[in-house]
């Protein structure tokens, strides 16, 4: 059964890079034809979808979030990352890996979640 | 961006009682392709992950309880979970995944 969990600093001062990683476990990540996504969860913005990368390594971001957003896959590794720029009090959120099964799916697993404060 | 709108936005119900949760979209979900509705729910319970429940609108995930089901097509969808039980406490939220970006709900807490 595939699990996944996001690691990363759980403190970003305002315009700096935040960074997570999700570690994939149960299953190669290189393996099927699976979508492997980053979504955050806040009070003011709810559930929003980040982007996502294919097995292949090819991304799709999220428009709203126009240049800032980077997802990478560490295939040596098992997981995949997520990088955005220049950070504000409006990006702090759980952040969450998740799996897709397409381009249009739903999203399951989901990792437990990373949250992630900004603050000087 | 296609809008997902819920109702209500809380709901108290009575253990052993009908909870109805409504979901707009601002677009049809329904791909006249395969004729499948692009609609998923997710329960969300405090400190823990979405847990996907149903999709295609009306699939019920391997393991959840057949007190749980989707119904609705095009615009309007609800999720029902007939005779509520203790442990279904939570937020519920439906998930477009029509077009890119998909996008959710703002959420609906059911109570006891």
């Known amino acids: 059964q595939v699990q996944l969990q996001e690691s990363g600093p759980g403190l970003v001062k305002p315009l700096e890079t935040l960074s997570l990683t999700c570690t994939v476990s149960?299953?190669?990540?290189?393996?099927?034809?699976?979508?492997w996504t980053w979504i955050r969860q806040s009070a003011g913005r709810g559930l929003e979808w980040i982007g996502r990368?294919?097995?292949?390594?090819?991304?799709t971001y999220n428009p709203s979030f126009k240049r800032r957003v980077t997802i990478s896959l560490d295939t040596s590794n098992n997981r995949f990352s997520l990088k955005l720029t220049s950070v504000t009090a409006a990006d702090a959120a759980l952040y969450f890996c998740?799996?897709?099964?397409?381009?249009?799916?739903?999203?399951?697993?989901w990792g437990q979640g990373a949250l992630v404060t900004v603050s000087s | 961006d296609i809008v997902m709108t819920q109702s209500p936005g809380s709901l108290a119900v009575s253990l052993g009682e009908r909870a109805t949760i409504n979901c707009e979209s601002s677009?049809?979900?329904?791909?006249?392709?395969?004729?499948?509705?692009?609609l998923a729910w997710y329960q969300q319970k405090p400190g823990q992950p979405p847990k996907l429940l149903i999709y295609w609108a009306s699939t019920r995930e391997s393991g959840v309880p057949d007190r749980f089901s989707g119904s609705g097509s095009g615009t309007d969808f609800a999720l029902t979970i007939t005779s509520l039980q203790a442990e279904d406490v939570a937020v519920y939220y439906c998930q477009q995944y029509y077009s890119t970006p998909p996008t959710f709900g703002q959420g609906t807490k059911v109570e006891v």
């Open positions: 149960g299953g190669s990540i290189t393996s099927g034809n699976y979508y």
């Open positions: 990368i294919y097995t292949s390594g090819s991304p």
């Open positions: 677009q049809s979900l329904l791909y006249s392709s395969n004729n499948k509705n692009y």
């Open positions: 998740a799996r897709a099964g397409g381009v249009l799916s739903w999203f399951d697993p």
